[in-house]
């Protein structure tokens, strides 16, 4: 495996883990807490940004041989990856608007890998 390959899937992985502590964020926002300093020291508030701190590192890593170019369009797949999540863990429904935003992601991922 190439340095590009694999920077490619560097980036992937920090857009999911991205996607991973939004969902995280998500689920503790929709909690009730007993104090304000709960709401913000609790184990998924601080996980997802220690999350947030890993995917920053991974994307500065992967731009070392990914062109900035090529960013945007890896960092669009966490659309697809928060609204799959939001589906399954968050009981979130498809709108006609979404899998149609999501089908237009998709294709533009499909034109511009070709």
């Given amino acids: 495996m190439n340095k590009f390959t694999a920077a490619v899937i560097v980036m ?3 857009v999911f883990i ?3 502590s939004q969902i995280l964020l998500k ?3 929709n909690r009730r807490y007993s104090s304000w300093i709960r709401e913000y020291l609790n184990l998924r508030v601080i996980a997802a940004y220690g999350m947030f701190f890993v995917s920053t590192i991974l994307t500065m890593l992967a731009l070392k041989y990914v062109p900035l170019s090529m960013q945007p369009i890896l960092e669009s797949t966490s659309y697809i990856y928060i609204s799959v ?3 399954f863990l ?3 429904r498809f709108s006609r608007k979404k ?3 999501l089908g237009l992601i998709l294709l ?3 034109i511009y890998a070709v």
């Fill in 18 to 20: 991205s996607a991973v």
């Fill in 27 to 29: 689920k503790a926002a």
């Fill in 85 to 87: 999540m939001g589906y």
């Fill in 108 to 110: 533009g991922i499909f």
């Fill in 90 to 92: 968050l009981k979130e």
């Fill in 12 to 14: 992937l992985v920090s």
């Fill in 99 to 101: 899998i149609l935003g």
